[in-house]
């Protein structure tokens, strides 16, 4: 509509610039015809006329542009502009900001439209290479920790004068540390196979209730040692999905939900339907977590709780991994929970990834 009008203004705006030309041209050959006693016929008059007022249009034009040079000159510097910016770009540099031509400010103008995609593009390549880069600092940090006690402890145990209790409490932090090592590494390999484009997504059709049993009786040394209770409530339930995937999801919660939960705590798993909705709850009475941890708790190598993270091993991949699952599958994963009130875990899926 916008673009129509713009048509219609520019046209209108041409006939009426013509029309005044042909008028001026109209009465200025008048003038010196009765100033000189001219005598033409009808035609000739018409058509003298008719070059003369286009005479006097194109010279209004030739003023014109003459007069707003630096409209063009603005045009040209906007667009080197950006191309400057494009090659700040490539060379890794996105603190960018274009600003917009005068008068080219509408959100449908096309210069405006550039100049908004450059900013809204310079800014998300900003954002990522902010991430990049905390990555890399994480996957630093919690490389070195293990690493510095591996080396320790290695040293340690050079001293001949060593009792064999403190050397089998030293080799068994140097394998603790060694494990957590092969954890962090093998987490980190997952969280890249799951986000490259080769990764094969095998969904089948089974029964989710049983996978959620095998899950919970595979857990079954670490929770007896505890002397926790299991309150399940599972029905026959059927989902469409991948079912490697998914084990990995049920095994990090439930692994998780065991090592937060005191001694004679309880644990409980359910499966029910809300309209056309699948639901699984995992919940614990365990340490909880506080709400503003709440908001970053699927953000990677992100810890809720630091120091008993270190003492348990964790990495803070875990529930990055199945966040990222679970994203695939078009779930969503939900977490309720407040200090010393335990957690509970929702996930959602769609009646899509559902069949009965």
């Not at 016929?41 to 194109?58: A, P, R």
């Not at 040692?225 to 999905?241: F, G, P, R, Y």
């Not at 359910?270 to 709850?281: H, Y």
């Not at 779930?331 to 959602?348: C, D």
Request: neutral net charge; charged residues 25%.
């Amino acid at each position: 509509m916008r673009a129509r009008l713009k048509v219609f203004l520019a046209f209108s705006t041409m006939i009426v610039s013509l029309s005044i030309c042909w008028s001026a041209a109209f009465f200025i050959t008048q003038f010196f015809y009765k100033l000189f006693h001219i005598h033409f016929n009808e035609y000739l008059i018409q058509l003298f006329n008719s070059i003369f007022g286009f005479f006097i249009f194109g010279c209004c034009l030739f003023l014109f542009s003459k007069f707003f040079p630096k409209q063009r000159q603005k045009q040209a510097e906007f667009v080197q502009s950006i191309i400057d910016a494009m090659r700040q770009i490539a060379r890794g540099d996105y603190q960018i900001t274009l600003k917009k031509l005068p008068g080219h400010d509408h959100p449908e103008d096309p210069y405006s439209k550039i100049v908004d995609n450059i900013n809204y593009m310079s800014k998300e390549l900003g954002q990522m290479e902010q991430m990049r880069q905390e990555f890399v600092s994480n996957v630093s940090h919690e490389i070195q920790s293990p690493l510095t006690s591996i080396s320790g402890f290695a040293r340690s145990l050079k001293n001949e004068t060593l009792t064999q209790k403190e050397r089998w409490h030293y080799l068994s932090i140097i394998e603790t540390e060694s494990e957590r090592l092969s954890k962090l590494s093998d987490n980190l390999l997952k969280l890249t196979y799951l986000e490259s484009a080769q990764h094969s997504f095998e969904l089948q059709e089974y029964r989710l209730d049983k996978q959620l049993q095998h899950a919970l009786l595979s857990c079954e040394p670490q929770w007896s040692e505890k002397q926790m209770e299991m309150e399940i409530s599972l029905k026959k339930t059927w989902i469409t999905a991948d079912k490697d995937l998914l084990d990995q999801v049920w095994m990090n919660l439930l692994h998780n939900a065991i090592k937060f939960t005191s001694i004679g705590g309880t644990i409980r798993i359910a499966t029910f339907r809300r309209k056309e909705e699948l639901i699984v709850e995992i919940s614990d009475t365990g340490i909880g977590i506080a709400e503003e941890d709440q908001l970053h708790l699927f953000e990677r190598f992100y810890k809720a709780d630091k120091a008993r993270s270190r003492e348990t091993g964790g990495s803070g991949l875990g529930l990055s991994i199945v966040k990222k699952i679970i994203d695939m599958h078009k779930g969503i994963i939900n977490v309720a929970s407040k200090p010393n009130q335990g957690t509970t875990f929702t996930i959602t899926f769609s009646d899509s990834s559902t069949n009965r």
